[in-house]
């Protein structure tokens, strides 16, 4: 809305005000907006929690022991940051690029998915919320509505491949499968890496900066053309909203570091994680996720891995999965797992960038 205000409408009048057109400059003030209003909201909507008598997160019964001490912690903290997004896209992106309101749409479906999943738990005071099956059936209809967006309105639905120049496979009408399967699987893995005190929000900024730098390059004509990257239109105006993500977990961190004040929650986990994988079929570079969300990665795997090889060989790969837990059974402390795997989350982010430059 300001960019429509003060650049369409009054940039003639105050010339200075140029400076709106700008993605960087924008994405710059939706940065600056997102850390300030999370870092100013989320102490009031925790006191807010408190004085509506709503319990805290529950802690499932076969996890770590010493995850005892976070039961009764105030959760779905992710709201703030989705609030921050929301507002921070309306008032900085071009309003009239449909890829916005595409990636919008997704993120608002998932919180919605995960604010019912958080509500269940907290008001029934239990670990289980949403059952898998109604889970799973909600975000790849939003997913599948998102992908049919995309074809609708006659964007590509080619697959380019990293690392490999000129390799772009058509999908055709497959492209709405794997945009759901790219999707749904990016939320949930999100969503599974939350389970130590900023551990998720961590890599969910890694991977937002990285796609914001694919963004705003395959957005930019001539860098773009330099780059030899698919051109993609109107990409750029999602750096903005990228840049909203990166700081609104910026903030969240603020209250989320060990021992955490609040808790993400699926409200943030799934929404953040949707978001993500939406924008990455929007500017076209699904497959880099592989790499800058490495993270999210090992963590669903270390699952998949768990849950198979116990059912086919009554065995446990990992003492307990996810991985995180299964670290902090070795003893890791909380921080040193969080940190550590902060650290691995920015090298693949950068590795991802790479792809930039190495076809």
Not at 81 to 87: E, F, G, P, T
Not at 132 to 158: P, T
Not at 193 to 214: E, H, K, N, Q
Not at 332 to 341: Q, S
Request: charged share 15%; glycine share 10%.
């Amino acid at each position: 809305m300001l960019y429509h205000l003060l650049y369409q409408y009054l940039s003639e009048s105050f010339t200075w005000l140029n400076v709106f057109k700008y993605q960087t400059f924008r994405a710059m003030a939706s940065f600056l907006f997102s850390f300030i209003f999370v870092l100013a909201v989320e102490p009031i909507f925790i006191a807010r929690l408190g004085r509506m008598g709503i319990k805290g997160q529950p802690i499932r019964d076969d996890g770590p022991a010493a995850h005892m001490v976070k039961k009764g912690t105030p959760t779905m903290g992710g709201l703030v940051i989705i609030l921050s997004v929301i507002c921070s896209t309306l008032l900085f992106c071009d309003l009239t690029t449909v890829r916005v309101w595409i990636a919008l749409f997704v993120m608002l479906g998932y919180a919605a998915i995960g604010f019912v999943d958080d509500w269940r738990k907290v008001t029934q005071q239990s670990s289980k919320g949403l059952s898998e099956r109604e889970k799973l059936l909600c975000q790849c209809g939003i997913a599948g509505i998102g992908a049919a967006a995309v074809m609708a309105f006659g964007y590509s639905s080619d697959l380019t491949v990293p690392f490999l120049k000129g390799v772009i496979l058509p999908l055709g009408l497959l492209f709405i499968p794997f945009v759901m399967l790219v999707v749904v699987a990016t939320s949930n893995a999100v969503n599974i890496t939350d389970g130590l005190d900023g551990l998720a929000i961590g890599p969910v900024m890694t991977v937002a900066f990285a796609y914001a730098v694919f963004a705003y390059t395959s957005g930019h004509l001539e860098i773009a053309k330099y780059l030899q990257l698919q051109h993609v239109t109107g990409a750029g105006e999602l750096c903005i909203m990228l840049a909203a993500i990166c700081a609104g977990g910026l903030g969240f961190l603020w209250y989320n570091t060990f021992p955490a004040q609040i808790i993400m929650g699926d409200t943030g986990a799934l929404a953040l994680g949707g978001v993500l994988g939406m924008i990455a079929v929007l500017v076209k570079q699904e497959l880099v996720m592989v790499v800058a969300g490495g993270i999210f990665v090992i963590e669903a795997l270390s699952v998949i891995i768990q849950r198979y090889s116990y059912k086919w060989r009554r065995k446990r790969v990992f003492k307990m999965a996810p991985i995180h837990h299964h670290f902090e059974l070795k003893g890791w402390a909380e921080p040193t797992i969080t940190v550590r795997f902060w650290i691995i989350s920015i090298v693949l982010a950068l590795v991802s960038l790479s792809t930039l430059k190495l076809r």
